[in-house]
């Protein structure tokens, strides 16, 4: 079929402008119509789940990309094929991009970007006349967004394992706004007599009467035991309020 295809020509007389290759016409209508089928059955399912990305977007990236791919086929051959493939592949890049939103320190839209560029690749198998195995290519993208979807909830509702995590530890101390270079001067003290480095020290909340300071604590294991130790010790001075020690999983 490759080699029997027809090339466009830019020299093609007028009289050709308008006259059309049914064989040529019915494999590409075969091929966008296979990338519309199946843009909509990854879309239909963004859509359902209310995504940003959805339906519509999904449709037209698979129809895009088929189309380019099979413009290029036809134009170029072989050669014109792989330079729209690479195209595609970087060109769809700006358009996840666009859906990938920092909200604090969380980073959304990565999966729909992800599901876009997916979309892309099933429409360059389209285009490429490659219909089953975009169809295969299809199956996997809504598996991954379908039968992943129970085990990844599983995996988050753990309790988070301080062991298997990189974690974030600080030791809080608490004392009047006017001693607190000495309640740094006590974190420094405290930590290093259990040889536990200090990454920086915050200042958590700053009252009139109190001021919450956190030496951020540069491992990321450290032992239950010595911190508990470490913030008695922090306690018994009559001039700290209080003190106490927290981790969280680092982002």
Known sequence: MGNAMPTISAARPVSELFSVDPAALT??????????VLG?????ERQWRQRSAGLRTNVL????A???????????????LLRVISYVVSGIGFLGAGVIMKDGPQVRGLNTAATLWAS????????????VEAGMVTLFVLAGNTLLRPLVEFVDRRPLSHGATES????????AP?????????????????HYPIREIETLAHHDDAVELAAVLVPSSAKATDLDTITDHLARHHEVIGATWTVSSTS
């Open 168 to 175: 974030l530890y600080r030791v809080h101390l608490t004392c």
């Open 178 to 194: 006017d001693r607190i270079a000495m309640g740094r001067d006590l974190l420094f003290e405290e930590l290093d007599k259990f």
């Open 120 to 131: 892309a690749a099933v429409g360059a198998f389209a285009g490429a006349r490659l219909i």
């Open 66 to 80: 088929a189309a380019f791919v099979d413009l290029g086929l036809r134009a170029g051959g072989s050669d014109g």
């Open 40 to 44: 909509v059955a990854i879309g239909l």
């Open 61 to 64: 990236v698979a129809l895009g």
């Open 27 to 36: 494999t590409s209508a075969v091929c966008l119509g296979a990338a519309f």
